[in-house]
Structures are given as C-alpha cells and as structure tokens.
C-alpha cells in the first residue's frame, strides 16, 4: 500500500506559477512510476505529467503541457513535484498524484488504469 498526499494548490492569474507536491508514505517510493493527472469539473480525469521510477530518467508529459511544466522526484524526501509555469485558465482542475502498478516501473504511461495509488486531489484555479 502506498498513501498519497497533495499539497500547494491555490489560486493564480494567467501566466502565474505554481508549485504541486505529493509526498508518499507506505511502501519504497522509489519503486513507483508516479504521475500526475487533472480532472476538470465535467470531463474525465486527464494525464499531465509522469515520471519513470528509482532515478526518474524518463518522463512524459500531456501535449496540453508540454513545455510549461516540469516533473521532479525526491526519493528521499519520498516526493513528487509538479512545477506549472504560464498556466492558462483551461489548467483549473483538482490535480491528483499517483503511484503506477506495473512492475515495469521504467516505463511512463499516461493510462490512468495502471495507476493504482491515489491521493485525494488539490484544486488549481487559474483566473484570466
């Protein structure tokens, strides 16, 4: 079991920054693929970002993003973060971090289904 934690949603302006952390307890952290996703109020939740396990030398990130955020981990801080920068109204979400299944934990999908360790979400709103 791994629990999942979120911190540093709030609100921004247009073109503000924001810094999302997730910090994990239970089971070796490094050892998880962990990603980010975004649900919207009305529509699915979508991928953002993730990050492959141990040294995280593999990321991916959503088309929607790419290029104004940034992933990062911490395993001895057993952390995850997600630097938003130039975020846009259509950013607004409750943003959740996850930890992957797979055993092949190199691999980064952006498949919510091979998620299986959610935490409870933090809400961005991005104001125009």
């Known amino acids: 079991q791994v629990q999942l934690v979120e911190s540093g949603g709030g609100s921004v302006q247009a073109g503000g920054s924001l810094r999302l952390s997730c910090t994990a307890s239970?089971?070796?952290?490094?050892?998880?693929?962990m990603g980010w996703f975004r649900q919207a109020p009305g529509t699915e939740r979508e991928f953002v970002a993730g990050i492959s396990c141990r040294g995280g030398s593999t990321t991916y990130f959503a088309n929607s993003v790419k290029g104004r955020v940034t992933i990062s981990r911490d395993n001895a801080a057993n952390t995850v973060d997600l630097e938003m920068n130039t975020l846009k109204p259509e950013d607004t979400a409750v943003y959740y971090c996850?930890?992957?299944?797979?055993?092949?934990?190199?691999?980064?999908?952006?498949?919510?289904?091979?998620?299986?360790?959610w935490g409870q979400g933090t809400q961005v709103t991005v104001s125009s």
């Open positions: 239970g089971r070796t952290f490094s050892d998880y693929t």
């Open positions: 996850a930890a992957g299944t797979s055993y092949r934990c190199w691999v980064v999908t952006g498949d919510s289904n091979s998620y299986g360790y």
